[in-house]
């Protein structure tokens, strides 16, 4: 097998990128440079694995995969911050506003 032969593969119909030490490097650097942070966790769906929804005091947010709904509870466990299933609470009124003001200013929210 060729260095670039993995870059080729083509990823087989129906399967579903798994979370990636990249992902937690993201989400904890993001969160590192922002305030009142809270997680939430999303259930795994036929195109995503579970992921982890951060929001910030302001609204702002980012998203990335977790390989499961217990390594969500972990990752906020071990940072200190809340965490909330998406399911049982919705999405925080706060980003949906940062949503709408980025709307309004034409820049990009997530």
Do not use: C, N
Request: glycine share 10%.
């Amino acid at each position: 097998m060729g260095v670039f032969d993995s870059l080729r593969r083509k990823r087989r119909a129906g399967t579903v990128r798994g979370a990636t030490k990249g992902d937690t490097a993201h989400l904890d650097q993001w969160a590192a440079q922002r305030r009142g942070v809270e997680a939430y966790v999303e259930p795994r769906t036929h195109v995503t694995e579970t992921t982890v929804l951060l929001v910030a005091h302001d609204g702002e947010w980012t998203r990335r995969r977790v390989a499961s709904q217990e390594a969500a509870f972990d990752f906020a466990r071990k940072r200190g911050m809340p965490i909330y299933e998406v399911e049982r609470v919705g999405y925080p009124k706060r980003m949906r506003e940062y949503q709408e003001r980025q709307k309004r200013r034409g820049g990009s929210a997530g």
